[in-house]
């Protein structure tokens, strides 16, 4: 069985660019009868083997990627202590100061 995963680019419309990975299947019924069907990139099983020896779940791929932290692994914060929170909705920006002048 052959298979892959395919990046699919939508340009145009409301969201300028869109891109979506989308997995890929061909069965072989016979050098005459082969088939192409979508699948889950998690179903595939290069995805199944390479989630394992990176030592992941293939399958829950898509859950992670709608929790994963962006800030994870910088070398800086940018989280707000209170104190910085505070100070920060003091601070008088200048497009307001010259709004109210």
Known sequence: MH????????RGGRKGVER???GWRVKDAGEANQSVEACLCG???VVKVAAARAGVSATKSSEATTETDVTHGLSFNLGLTSSQAEAKSKVALPY???AQQ
């Open 96 to 98: 307001t100061m010259a």
């Open 3 to 10: 298979e892959g995963i395919v990046e699919v680019v939508i």
């Open 43 to 45: 179903d595939l099983e």
């Open 20 to 22: 979506t990975l989308e």
